[in-house]
């Protein structure tokens, strides 16, 4: 059974780094997509970024000067890191699987979700 | 401001069928699958519908997808309680080196 966990820290200061790690278990980084998403609260999902297991990666091109994604396919886990962050930044963020091949893509397996805080 | 349009709100009583639209451009669903997402309240998104018209496995097939042009769509028939949920489209803005794309949204209420 595909389970996918994150985490990180819950509270983050304005302008500093936000970073989160989505550990799996019962699956291998190899043959799929890996991917964060957010979601502030009280609205819509917004996608981040992939990591394709042959090291390809994809960026949303709203948060891509902020944003990297990696993985550590030896350690069963992949990264995010979203610098500068601001109070627009608070949102749960959800790890997840993608299926697929580019640009048929979708999301089986995800994480329960993680609110992130961004205050002083 | 999202991609793709959804209306914010729908309803309808236990059931019936109600169906969700999604709307995109050429360069989005135009020539692109759409995938559909279920979200519970103070849940994890939940795959519906992938690759415009497929159900994954455990997926009731009350749940399905379409597309026409530009826009694509969901419906869901016998309505239960339990459909009560956000409901999410998702597609690639773009060619190969597009990136995803989501829908504002759809709140699904059952009278």
């Known amino acids: 059974q595909v389970q996918l966990q994150e985490s990180g820290p819950r509270l983050v200061k304005p302008s500093e780094t936000l970073s989160l790690t989505c550990e799996l278990s019962?699956?291998?980084?190899?043959?799929?997509?890996w991917s964060w998403f957010r979601q502030p609260p009280g609205k819509g999902l917004e996608w981040i970024a992939y990591?394709?297991?042959?090291?390809?990666?994809n960026y949303n091109p709203s948060l891509k000067s902020r944003v990297t994604i990696s993985a550590d396919p030896a350690s069963y886990q992949f990264s995010l890191n979203l610098t500068s962050v601001t109070a627009a930044d608070t949102a749960v963020y959800y790890c997840a699987r993608g299926l697929g091949y580019a640009p048929d893509v979708w999301f089986d397996s995800w994480g329960q979700g993680t609110l992130v805080t961004v205050s002083s | 401001q999202s991609v793709l349009t959804q209306p914010p709100s729908v309803s309808e009583t236990p059931g019936q069928r109600v169906t969700i639209s999604c709307s995109g451009s050429?360069?989005?669903?135009?020539?692109?699958?759409v995938n559909w997402y279920q979200q519970l309240p103070g849940t994890a998104p939940r795959l519906l519908i992938h690759s415009t018209d497929q159900r994954p496995s455990g997926v009731p097939d009350r749940f399905s997808g379409s597309k026409s042009g530009t826009s694509a769509f969901l419906a869901i028939s016998g309505l239960r309680s339990e459909d009560e949920a956000d409901y999410y489209c998702?597609?690639?803005?773009?060619?190969?080196?597009?990136?995803?794309?989501f829908g504002g949204g759809t709140k699904l209420t059952v009278l």
């Open positions: 019962g699956v291998s980084i190899t043959y799929y997509y």
């Open positions: 998702s597609s690639w803005a773009g060619s190969l080196t597009g990136h995803v794309i």
């Open positions: 050429s360069s989005s669903i135009g020539n692109n699958t």
């Open positions: 990591f394709y297991y042959t090291g390809s990666t």
